[in-house]
């Protein structure tokens, strides 16, 4: 296993945990359930560990796949781009969820001042994540980038034979070759 393995294990649980939290905290608020809202915290906790994880192993995720061939080093600025301010994100409301779930631990309800930038924050960093893991699957996914369709529907594959991805360079235009 390499990091670019490790980093596609680790970098998922972040972006559908974000998902899932994020509904627990909706659902805790309708049904007015303080144990569902912990667990909603709770969960925004482990998506803070889980994005930090997925940072730390990012970097050597891209060394290990920069050079390979159709892999645009332009798609890859862009997910870095992106993931950067959703962990930063994530990992705040993390730091306020782990607030929120001590108050939990000794009884105490929980805040306005407190539950309105956590629910600020959790519908931000949700965002932001499903934003960077976008950009991530751009990488090596091209069913998702915009030009599939329409190459798809000329009976080329997408781009053609050795054609970069969208938006990116191949090596050799990098390189000034031709």
């Not at 969820?97 to 309105?116: D, I, M, Q, T």
């Not at 956590?118 to 931000?124: C, D, K, M, N, S």
């Not at 893991?133 to 751009?138: C, P």
């Not at 091209?142 to 030009?147: D, L, N, R, T």
Request: contains cysteine; glycine residues 12%.
């Amino acid at each position: 296993m390499n990091y670019a393995h490790l980093h596609l294990m680790v970098n998922h649980v972040p972006v559908i945990g974000m998902l899932f939290a994020l509904a627990l905290w909706i659902a805790s608020w309708s049904a007015g359930s303080r144990h569902l809202r912990n667990a909603a915290l709770v969960g925004f906790v482990f998506c803070a560990l889980a994005a930090g994880a997925a940072n730390l192993t990012g970097e050597e995720a891209e060394e290990a796949i920069e050079r390979l061939q159709g892999v645009s080093k332009n798609l890859i600025e862009g997910h870095e781009e992106a993931a950067e301010p959703a962990w930063i994100a994530t990992v705040i409301l993390g730091v306020f969820s782990l607030a929120g779930v001590a108050l939990y631990l000794r009884k105490e309800a929980l805040p306005r001042w407190l539950a309105g930038p956590i629910t600020l924050g959790a519908v931000v960093a949700c965002i932001l994540m499903l934003r960077a893991a976008n950009q991530g699957g751009l990488i090596r996914h091209p069913e998702i980038q915009g030009g599939l369709t329409s190459a798809m529907q000329g009976g080329e594959s997408a781009g053609g034979a050795g054609a970069p991805e969208a938006g990116g360079e191949t090596e050799a235009e990098e390189d000034g070759e031709d």
